[in-house]
């Protein structure tokens, strides 16, 4: 039995099982998984939806008891004494339970109160978790007006106003925008190296895997793998390239190189396409594919984590045709004129909610065929923006054109020609998935065997068709996903918006997702979509970036990290980028202030 004070086993498990019933019989949730963790590190838990992830977590704060099994923490057994347990761990599951209706401060004395701790100690603790987090100037903000990352960063607050020597953070990062993550990973390592916290976080984005000491990998309830980031990259080392095709479509040529033999990979990289190999072999470019330049790519953690989800899933890789979903487009559609029309206009577009501005006269074009971009910190305005271009917000100024109908006229004939996935599942949970379908497809005028047909096509394509009688609340958020994706299509739209469509998916969902979306765009679909991972913002055609309702830049992704070129920087990522633009606004507003 490991020490509480040992280096090694701060927190273990041996054997540990745990199943659950569903609609479709019983889900083995975690299978026999035997790992340790480390005092004073940092160990990040990886893996696609549905891995056992948060199940896990749950059983570590005792929450959970296991089928079999055993866990240890600091050598107590947390099915045996949760409370000892509870006492020494603090827990931020995915949806922490702020109360919106009380302020920061509120929520610290709710909190404390809750764990116990005497008032005569709470100014001294609160002091030093306000001032980490950056929440000293608004103890009086009710938690309900704080952005996304403000309000992870008040969870963890939370979590640690008790002083826990150990924190499980389920997916605190989710939906927070890449300048908040950067600080939210820079208050964790300075919880470590300060307090000597150990720290356990589970995150679907795999450039945070590459800021932990260690990485535990799950798939289907197992353990894929455990180790250090740098062990895994080199696993991968030598079997990565940047592909370059001059005068190509990145869109275009990423599909083809994907279903070449030995590929375990590919996903854009500024301008070119990352290709993953399963071996030192590069890949073999047929002459069809056109001019392609192969350079080696230094490896990544996000290479090893993808080469071995292939390697279990073996699943061959497949060529998206989409003339069944849009039979329309793709015959009418697939000659874009060199000088596209515009599907959508926006120009000064203002909105007001009393005295605030979320939307300031902000001004874009989306041409036809086009995939373009809304990027922003959480509270840019990019989903106010989305909703009034759908219809369902009224501008308090400017003109909407959407399909080549003003929006503020004719709203109801602009949404026949728009497909919309919402920020938050936005399905009915209690409907099956066919009945969802069912429901969509009325909706938009669909009936009969037209309907029937529709619906089918769906199922087949997104490969829903197991899941046809389950009710939609209960499917893995991938396949929630999935659905959301489809009642958004099934009328044909030759528009779409997307607000945040892969938050909290998988890589290899996420893959799944933008190979669509790319050939949906390659048949003459316009794509709006915002999102908070950055490397898919390398799949628009053209962006802008947002703040405080204002646009800073817009561009294609390489004009708009030229836009942030120094000699200290010289090859800027899009994330890179964005981090310096939002600096540099928020810089000039608090010099205007």
């Known amino acids: 039995m490991a020490e509480p004070d040992s280096p090694e086993g701060l927190i273990t498990a041996n054997r540990l099982t745990k199943t659950f019933p569903s609609p479709r019989g019983l889900v083995t949730a975690l299978d026999d998984i035997t790992f340790s963790l480390k005092k004073g590190s940092i160990t990040g838990l990886i893996g696609p939806d549905g ?17 079999s099994g055993e866990i240890k923490i600091m050598g107590i057994n947390p099915s045996k004494d949760p409370l000892s347990v509870q006492g ?23 909190y404390a109160s809750l764990q116990g701790v005497p008032q005569d100690r709470r100014e001294d603790l609160y002091v030093p978790l306000l001032a980490m987090t950056g929440l000293s100037p608004f103890q009086k903000r009710l938690a309900g007006q704080l952005s996304g990352g403000m309000k992870q960063k008040l969870g963890i607050a939370c979590s640690l106003v008790h002083q826990p020597p150990i924190l499980l953070l389920d997916e605190p990062t989710v939906g927070v925008d890449p300048v908040s993550r950067r600080e939210l990973w820079e208050i964790l390592k300075k919880l470590v190296s300060e307090s000597g916290s150990t720290l356990f976080v589970s995150t679907s984005y795999l450039d945070e895997a590459e800021r932990c000491n260690e990485i535990l990998i799950l798939y289907n309830g197992k353990i894929l793998g455990n180790g250090t980031p740098e062990a895994f990259r080199m696993e991968v080392a030598g079997r990565g390239y940047r592909a370059e095709a001059p005068g190509q479509s990145l869109r275009v040529v990423e599909p083809k190189l994907s279903v070449l033999p030995g590929v375990v990979d590919t996903v854009l990289e500024g301008s070119t396409v990352r290709v993953v190999m399963d071996s030192d072999m590069p890949p073999s470019v047929p002459q069809g594919l056109g001019k392609i330049l192969l350079h080696p790519a230094p490896p990544r953690f996000e290479d090893a984590f993808m080469s071995r989800i292939k390697k279990v899933t073996r699943e061959n890789p497949k060529t998206i045709s989409i003339d069944r979903l849009y039979p329309k487009h793709s015959q009418e559609q697939k000659n874009i004129p060199e000088k596209p029309e515009n599907a959508i206009d926006v120009e000064n577009l203002v909105r007001d909610f009393g005295t605030f501005r979320a939307v300031d006269n902000l001004t874009f074009h989306v041409r036809k065929g086009e995939v373009f971009g809304l990027l922003g910190a959480n509270g ?31 709203a109801a004939q602009a949404r026949q020609n728009i497909g919309y996935m919402a920020q938050k599942f936005s399905l009915y949970s209690q409907l ?8 969509f497809s009325s909706a938009y005028g669909l009936s009969g065997s037209l309907q029937k047909e529709k619906i089918q096509n769906s199922l087949t394509f ?9 009710s939609s609340g209960i499917l893995p958020l991938g396949f929630r996903q999935r659905l959301a994706l ?16 892969t938050s909290g998916v998988d890589p290899n969902a996420r893959r ?13 679909v316009s794509v709006l979509v915002t999102t908070h991972f ?33 000699p200290q920087m010289p090859e800027p990522s899009l994330e890179d980028a964005f981090v310096s633009l939002l600096s540099d606004f928020s810089r000039t507003q608090g010099d205007h202030q």
């Open 51 to 67: 891995a056992g992830k948060t199940t896990l977590m749950r059983l570590l704060a005792g929450l959970l008891l296991p089928d």
């Open 88 to 110: 020494s761990i603090g827990y931020m599951p995915q949806k922490f339970g702020l109360y919106e209706d009380l302020s920061v401060q509120e929520n610290l004395d709710l």
């Open 380 to 410: 840019a305005g990019k989903t106010t923006t989305f909703r009034m271009l759908a219809g369902l917000l009224e501008p308090s100024g400017g003109k909407l054109i959407v399909a080549g109908k003003d929006v503020r006229k004719a």
């Open 432 to 439: 099956t998935v066919f009945q969802n379908l069912i429901f």
């Open 462 to 470: 997104f490969e829903l068709e197991p899941y046809r009688n389950v």
């Open 486 to 501: 489809s009642c958004a299509l099934i009328h044909e739209p030759s528009i779409l918006f997307l607000d945040e469509p």
């Open 512 to 524: 799944e997702f933008w190979h669509i979306i790319n050939a949906l765009a390659i048949v003459g």
């Open 534 to 566: 950055m490397e898919e913002a390398e799949y628009c055609d053209r962006l802008v970036i947002m703040a405080q309702g204002t646009l800073l830049a817009m561009g294609n992704p390489e004009e708009i990290k030229e836009k942030t070129r120094t």
